[in-house]
């Protein structure tokens, strides 16, 4: 059974970069034709997908974000990250990671095989 967590800081400041790890257990993050995103739900709207990694290592980012987002992997420990720069507090959220075995550009919640508990980030001074 694949299981995902997140992890990272819950309160970033201002302008500061918001960085979250997602660790894989129970599969591989280089597995065949598998995308590991990032996906976030700010308070009261819905699902916004931010962008995943590949099984390859290729990374693809939603337009609205792509300038303020990278995601990186380390696979000895099967982990992938999400830096988000220059953050404001509309980028205040639930930050989830999620995978599923074909490419993503938006998020609903059947739309993803596996999914970790989310981990709230607010951004305040």
């Known amino acids: 059974q694949v299981q995902l967590q997140e992890s990272g800081p819950g309160l970033v400041k201002p302008s500061q970069t918001l960085s979250l790890t997602c660790t894989v257990s129970g599969g591989s993050i280089t597995t065949n034709d598998y995308y590991w995103s990032w996906i976030r739900q700010p308070p009261g709207k819905g699902l916004e997908w931010i962008g995943y990694?590949?099984?390859?290592?290729?990374?693809y980012y939603s337009p609205s974000l792509r300038s303020r987002t990278s995601i990186s992997r380390d696979t000895s420990k099967n982990q992938f990250t999400l830096q988000l720069t220059s953050v404001t507090p509309e980028d205040t959220a639930v930050y989830y990671c999620a995978g599923r075995d074909r490419p993503a550009d938006r998020a609903t919640w059947y739309s993803f095989d596996y999914w970790g508990q989310g981990t709230q980030v607010t951004v305040s001074s």
């Open positions: 990694i590949r099984y390859s290592g290729s990374t």
